[in-house]
């Protein structure tokens, strides 16, 4: 079976990376993995968050918010802010992205402060939430670089991280879905990794019918191949700027 | 390393299962897993959501609320109502049980019904979720045999389903966890299974340190050897009654 | 006119209290009258509202939640937590069982304290907000016992506190409504009294029909009455404990 | 012990009526006691809630909102469409008046229709929610006056309907409690009856002590007294206009 | 073209002004301007809004809220304490209203306060949101008279502010537009001024048509001349006082 | 006085604008008005908003939605989709646009079909509520164009709108005030035109001293200077594409 845009089950969309793509916040990059485009700025605050307090726990706190543009989808969606709460898919993946980003970073190193990641979605082709965490990890190292002298010593930057999706669709195994093939999807799963190679998060969810241990490590395989070259995307634009 | 309660790495904590214990829902269970009660309800309405008609889908539809008591918690929790919204993590948990249950049935036999199913923790002790998929899977299960005779022919009903939580603390993998091992857990995933042994969810979160693809494995091992008890337990609650 | 249930006009239901039924609150009961079952539990929070503060009020204050599982009634009720607000029946309930609670203790011998109860309704057959009061003095009661230490001299315990619903149905006078009863009535009422026999509220409402002095005379009777009983039971739950 | 402002125990403060106070509703009526002034309107709108469909009721229906200026009080209230929400006591009253004069009118003579009442206080200085009562049975029976063509046989109304303070304030029965008093008063209670002197709604609470069945009757004596004054006002209004 | 209620297109309807209309707050007045209804008040608050000190801005605050009476208007509004939200026309009227009054004082002179300014409409008839500046700056004028001896040297008033409403009605130049008149409109404009002359703001609108420069001008010299009679009614009304 | 940026006071920043920037929209544009950034979508729905139906309205009706960003700004803005609710500026805002954007088009050649404009700003620097005009209509005419063969006979395009924001700022007129500027103004005036040189909207507030007739007019013939040169921006853009 040919994929809607001819790719190979197992290569990537194009992918493409610009960093420092907003004016005010301390790091920003705006990433697009074939027709999903995605904004993500790190803003620092110099404060946590009350229950950190209350929890007895020290140093720092990165939290992500995430929206959509209402016409970045096929069919509008309507604006969140005017219809007064996050929709349950909003709040899902705005917590998957902080907590993968977090990993970034040593919280400690950090020190008494908030990151705080805003991921925008500009145009929307399926992969919004791992492109988010793609584009997240870059804001935040380019949030620490100009934020530098503060951090005479050392950086509270520990390693990469990025989010790639596969999935099963008509039965094949298939890397980095577009809409289209989300949308018919009978596995889909996301996986979060460190450039190191671990595992942040996986989350693989049978939208169609159940699957087994063999297909469970097909998709990882899949993933994990993917996601070296989405680093090696990462590595470059850090090199370049 | 010995556990908390004393368990081996790899043992359940006991579990009891009451079926129909609510008055008014068509089926319902209250379920504990060691200190963990959990009451699932539910109740079928004979209608579908508005979205399924304008998205031309036929069939029924499963859907999830997911609360715990403000007392049930070791620090007294807010009431969601009072606080005039649902925090980040029930919706989070309501969608994941909600996507999981639908698995339970064939919808298209379902009909022009929505089944709503109330999973309400009255103690929590870690794996609320867990338990909840595993109470609302007998819910669903006694819903349909209490409407049998308008499911003249078949019922669609498919399958029973369950969860269990895995994780590694203090570099051990174990079965089930309880809340303060939770707490203090590296990686924290939750597999969520049918009766026949395929997977429907997994969700692995390295909350501490990002896991290797043998550590992945591991975890998935534990998790079905500790639903097959988990299973043994819904199947024999359902022959007793 | 037989009743439903076939009990006499001046009889309540069963009733059956379970107390501690919960493993986190200080102080928990569930009691069930017939069909009715409710749980109470009492926190202890050691601060007081800032309305307090800013009317200069010292010692400690008690407030009530009130909530009921949506599965807990015939219909289906909507889940207030993710409607976004507690509806207005809600409101008043439990604006009644803090007002009649706080009845219970002391107030300044509480300190600088606050005691959250929280009412849950598991089965919902009539007489919900009654029931709660009755629960929630004794989960108030048992949290006192559970602190004692910290009340070395004294308790701010005061006196125990209970509620029976009254009603004219089908032109007779008649105790402890059960759900039927009560959506036919003619006239509700509550009334909410001490252990030594005072009003602390009495709320009556004509829903079909204006009623004269003699029946209210005949209401507060027949719920005195019943109210020896629901206190003979509190007090023998609290001995046997 | 003296009244703040010289009145005897049994007397009621000084009432003034001015009906028709709106230039838009169907009916209203501005009705001073003491220096409580509020504002009734009685508004038709030719459907039902949706409820009462579902519910196969028929006939009409009435409902009433309340409301205060945020300037009416002795310190402002914050307004209630800028806090997002009607406060617990607001909607207590709301739900009192519309039952109180849901006994104005037969319901199924009014035919399929709602009757919006608003209430509003324009200054308050204590039994705002009295004034409000016996206010709204003026505007809807001005209302329907108005209406008159429309009910060409009949009229809905059936009979005024009215609402006073009366409690124990420094161990002495009072009727028609001021701010002042309301704030000091061991026991407060607020009495609706029909013009006929049949109750229908009566809330006793003891803010400060119990009270007892003697206590009980005195007060409901001195609260029938009193609104017969507030009928004989409401009746000289209607005859004068 | 005669004008609905026969005025001449330059001429006001007939204002009047109660000054000190609410017993509580520190200043208030009702003004009507033809049948257009509204009280306006003022109360005084120790401190200012947060965002004042993370500004370092001294000295103190003006800020305004807008209400309308459910049965103010032709067809009843609902009530937007119970929707839960300002209307987004009730949020633009509110920041004009501010922003005019402001302009009424000096700032840095009251000192570290908040004058509230509540304007509520009681009946409305066109003209609401100019109404409520004009009867806005007489409640502060009023209030800051009331607190004279805390304002020892100085007043931070300044100066008398009123408002206006002037429209292009089939055609024509008219001033102060009643609702009839204004929902027919082609432009509608109001000019807010002080009483030196000064324009404070002025925002007009193109419902039906756009206007010319020579228009603008045509619009602004008539609410000119407008004004002029307001200032006389207000300096008028606080002569007599 | 030199401005900031070294232009003159009847200087536009440097303008670019971007068509159809958007991949799912009938209409886009990205508007850069020197350092501020805005994206307009128009998307089409083929209804009214109900109240249309409800005042018999025939014809098309133009909404707007707008937004920022929250790491736009210097400091970052919190997220309105996650505050609940819509701030008062963004209200008032996007009322503005909405209003002026309706001048666009014939709303009766539109059909029954709302066009909903959504503006949402990337990187503000002052003038985004004038961007976003200028913006919208853009998006609406490339939306018109792309939905031409519905519209066989003519389109409900009429004319083009935009808008410019002028000021008086340390005592000079100034065009296009950047932020900087904007929060130093005096007066700030925003005047929205038709491409044939009429007025849709004047909105001009004195800050900080209120002005004269003569200023008034500087103000208006700066603006509309300034918006010959945006016009042809626009026109430009719409040839070259």
Redesign the interface.
């Known amino acids: 079976m040919a994929r809607i845009d001819g790719r190979a089950n197992d290569e990537l969309r194009p992918i493409s990376i610009k960093l420092d793509y907003?004016?005010?916040?301390a790091g920003?990059a705006c990433v697009c993995c074939g027709?999903t485009k995605v904004?993500a700025?790190a803003?620092f605050?110099n404060k946590v968050p009350p229950w950190m307090k209350s929890q007895n726990k020290t140093g720092g706190w990165i939290t992500c918010?995430y929206?959509m543009?209402?016409?970045?989808?096929?069919e509008?969606m309507k604006?969140?802010?005017?219809?007064?709460?996050?929709g349950?898919?909003?709040?899902?993946i705005?917590?998957l992205i902080g907590?993968s980003l977090r990993?970034c970073s040593d919280l400690r190193a950090l020190g008494e402060r908030t990151v705080?990641i805003?991921c925008?979605v500009?145009?929307?082709?399926g992969g919004t939430r791992c492109a988010s965490i793609t584009a997240g990890a870059l804001a935040i190292c380019r949030g620490y670089r100009r934020l530098a002298p503060e951090f005479a010593e050392g950086t509270p930057f520990r390693e990469l991280v990025a989010a790639v999706s596969v999935g099963i669709v008509g039965g094949e195994t298939m890397l980095d879905l577009c809409y289209e093939e989300d949308s018919r999807a009978e596995v889909d799963m996301n996986v979060v990794?460190?450039e190191?190679?671990?595992?942040?998060?996986?989350?693989?969810?049978?939208?169609g019918?159940?699957?087994?241990?063999k297909r469970?490590n097909e998709l990882?395989d899949l993933a994990e191949s993917g996601l070296r070259d989405i680093f090696a995307a990462q590595r470059k634009a850090l090199e370049e700027i």
């Open positions: 907003l004016r005010h916040p920003s027709n904004i700025a803003t605050e918010e929206g543009l209402p016409a970045s989808t096929g509008r604006r969140e802010a005017s219809q007064g709460k996050q349950g898919r909003t709040v899902e705005q917590r907590r990993m705080h805003d925008d500009i145009d929307a082709d990794m460190t190191s190679g671990k595992i942040i998060e996986i989350q693989g969810t049978a939208e019918a159940p699957f087994d241990r469970l990882v």
